[in-house]
């Protein structure tokens, strides 16, 4: 991965391959092109599935810590 794809944030990810998507889609382009166009769709696809992954690991840690905290209260009150 570049330096570039590892600064991309989410959303410029999702947004650039919405993009690549449509001209994809439209057609029109070269057999080059439209290779070019493939991978950098999967690199993409590759930046965003790490942000959700990440976002997804934040979350069930938080639910994790949230419930440990519920246990510990609901020990004490016993």
Sequence with gaps: MSVTEEALGYEQARDELVDVVRRL???GT???ESLALWERGEE???VCR???DG???RLDA???SEQAEVAEVAEVDE
């Design 25 to 27: 889609e439209a057609g």
């Design 44 to 46: 993409l696809a590759k």
């Design 62 to 64: 938080a639910l994790a």
């Design 50 to 52: 790490r942000w959700l």
């Design 30 to 32: 070269t057999l080059e």
């Design 55 to 57: 976002a997804r690991a």
